[in-house]
């Protein structure tokens, strides 16, 4: 219908802005790709594995490498948030030594568009950044307001975050021990307080709605003893 075209077609615009500002912006501050959409994977003791795939690896234009995740965002990131979260810091963790790496991060664009409108009065052809809807240029000779139509013009451009962190060991001890004790939980059928396998009017059903005792499929593995 005409409605979902139109949300499509501000998508469609907002993704080509997006590519244009990362073209313009982003693409001149790296040196040297190194490696895009890498598959990265991360066994524990226990035989349990996590898999993904890393979005980026540049040489930065301050020399350094770091292993980079795009973002898109309405809201400011924070100044440590690159390292603070899950999954950059285990990537990192995984390909430190083979990449050399100095550090992680974030390069978030934001969803809120900038339009930079531009009116220009037809009449006196003076630019106008008054709310006014008409020009409201007072001529000195006659001093009287111009009152011109303006002819409105809009040039859209998108900001963009960069945020860049070391990671520290701490860091990285802190995703590990996070990862053994979801594998833990996982493998011994222990969920957080709010696991609910029922849909209610605020949110949809939770991602492991059938993983129940309830369900005739469900596997309950051994117990072990957590580390």
């Known amino acids: 219908n005409k409605t979902s075209n139109r949300s499509w077609q501000s998508l469609?615009?907002?993704g080509l802005l997006f590519l244009e500002q990362y073209y313009k912006d982003v693409l001149p501050k790296i040196q040297e790709v190194i490696a895009v959409q890498e598959p990265v994977s991360l066994k524990n003791d226990d035989g349990d594995e996590i898999t993904g795939f890393l979005d980026l690896i540049v040489k930065w234009e301050d020399g350094k490498t770091y292993l980079l995740d795009n973002k898109s965002?309405?809201?400011?990131?924070?100044e440590f948030s690159a390292k603070m979260g899950?999954?950059?810091?285990?990537?990192?963790y995984i390909v430190k030594e083979k990449y050399k790496l100095d550090g992680?991060?974030?390069?978030?664009l934001n969803k809120k568009i900038n339009k930079n409108r531009v009116k220009k009065c037809k009449d006196c052809g003076l630019f106008n950044t008054s709310s006014h809807k008409t020009c409201?240029?007072?001529?000195?000779?006659?001093q009287k307001r111009c009152g011109g139509e303006f002819e409105v013009t809009i040039n859209p451009s998108v900001d963009i975050q960069y945020v860049f962190n070391q990671v520290a060991e701490s860091d990285e001890k802190r995703v590990l021990d996070k990862f053994d004790e979801v594998n833990y939980n996982v493998s011994n059928g222990y969920f957080a307080t709010e696991h609910n396998p029922n849909k209610n009017k605020y949110f949809q059903f939770c991602p492991y709605k059938e993983y129940t005792p309830e369900n005739p499929n469900f596997i309950k593995l051994p117990e072990r003893e957590k580390k």
Do not use: M
């Not at 899950?86 to 990192?92: A, E, K, S, T, V």
């Open 12 to 14: 469609l615009h907002k």
């Open 73 to 78: 965002s309405s809201v400011t990131y924070e």
């Open 86 to 92: 899950q999954q950059l810091p285990l990537y990192y």
């Open 104 to 108: 992680v991060g974030y390069i978030v």
């Open 136 to 142: 409201n240029h007072v001529y000195e000779t006659t």
